[in-house]
């Protein structure tokens, strides 16, 4: 599956902004999406994973509350909402899909098969 993530941009402390992440494929419905960031000067790390269908999700525990990961497989699509914006969110952020859920697990993002390019999301202080 080929993923192309957009909707970063600059935005001031306090607003929000929501990501989307589009899959090409007919079987998009059968991955695990989820989304990762990566800080500069940082190791990439997990933000939130949604299941096949939407009926699971996880976040990072920093997160809980600000972020909601939602996805539409009409549309091939999945969404990141994102509330709240501190400067510590400044990061590229990527799209990923797996097979498997479990695979979100690992913070790293280690064993997510698929990668989108990243987008750029910019939080003013």
């Known amino acids: 599956v080929q993923l192309q993530a957009f909707g970063g941009g600059l935005v001031q402390a306090g607003g929000s902004l929501r990501l989307s992440c589009t899959g090409s494929g007919r079987t998009f419905n059968d991955y695990a999406m989820g989304w990762f960031r990566q800080a500069p000067g940082k190791e990439r790390e997990f933000v939130a994973a949604?299941?096949?269908?939407?009926?699971?999700?996880k976040y990072a525990d920093s997160l809980k509350g600000r972020f909601t990961i939602s996805r539409d497989d009409a549309k091939n699509t999945v969404s990141l909402q994102m509330n709240s914006l501190e400067p510590e969110d400044t990061a590229v952020y990527y799209c990923?899909?797996?097979?498997?859920?479990?695979?979100?697990?690992?913070?790293?993002?280690?064993?997510?098969?698929?990668w989108g390019k990243g987008t750029l999301v910019t939080v003013s202080s």
């Open positions: 990923a899909a797996d097979l498997a859920y479990s695979a979100y697990d690992h913070a790293s993002g280690s064993y997510i098969d698929y």
């Open positions: 949604i299941s096949r269908g939407g009926r699971l999700t």
